[in-house]
């Protein structure tokens, strides 16, 4: 019988490359015949932040799309235009831009409306985030077995059984918040939320 091989880094990166690559608009009035084509949105203000930590080459240092090192088996370090950093695929070109021209357009000067759509971006980036983490692992996971040992197996299986369990209870967590700072962004009332500077 022929011995399985283990896959390698690349092989198993390529497909959770492919399954993060989910484009949906997260707007609460999102629709079909309503959105437009799914842009980078930011995660993070790009003027007023990523401007202020990019390097010589307008590059910032991330992890993310993951890189082996294969000289000592860990992520690498590398650089990543500034435009293209802390972006994510969760929001249409229209709903990006109208949702968040008050912080993107504007100066910051820590508004209710302000601090609102900072919160609410972030907790939409973490909703992406985890809801295609999910999807990566059920993808994954047979991957990381091939080749494995019995006891090999059943440690990939426990793990992400464990991380699938927590992943889904706090993103459940995250869409009940969501809904209800959905209410206040459709009605543009922001009195039920503070903020501390």
């Known amino acids: 019988m022929k011995t399985e091989q283990r896959l390698p880094f690349e092989a198993i990166n390529q497909q959770l490359l492919m399954v993060r690559g989910a484009k949906a608009c997260l707007h609460p009035e999102a629709a079909r015949q309503v959105c437009d084509k799914i842009v980078l949105a930011h995660s993070v203000q790009?003027?007023?932040?990523?401007?202020?930590?990019?390097?010589?080459?307008?590059?910032?240092?991330?992890?993310?799309?993951?890189?082996?090192?294969?000289?000592?088996?860990?992520?690498?370090?590398?650089?990543?235009?500034w435009r293209d950093a802390s972006t994510f695929t969760g929001f249409c070109a229209k709903h990006d831009n109208s949702t968040f021209a008050p912080i993107e357009k504007s100066p910051f000067i820590g508004t209710d409306q302000q601090n609102f759509l900072i919160a609410y971006r972030a907790l939409c980036y973490e909703i992406f985030q985890k809801s295609t983490s999910l999807k990566a692992s059920s993808v994954t996971e047979p991957l990381l077995v091939k080749g494995a040992t019995k006891q090999g197996k059943r440690i990939v299986n426990q793990v992400h059984?464990?991380?699938?369990?927590?992943?889904?209870?706090?993103?459940?967590?995250?869409?009940?918040?969501?809904?209800?700072?959905?209410?206040?962004?459709?009605?543009?009332?922001y009195s039920g939320f503070s903020s501390v500077s």
């Open 46 to 81: 790009r003027s007023a932040v990523l401007e202020k930590i990019i390097g010589s080459t307008n590059h910032v240092g991330t992890f993310f799309p993951p890189e082996l090192d294969t000289r000592n088996e860990v992520l690498r370090l590398h650089a990543l235009g």
């Open 161 to 189: 059984a464990a991380f699938d369990r927590n992943v889904a209870f706090s993103l459940n967590q995250l869409l009940k918040l969501k809904a209800r700072m959905d209410k206040h962004l459709v009605s543009g009332d």
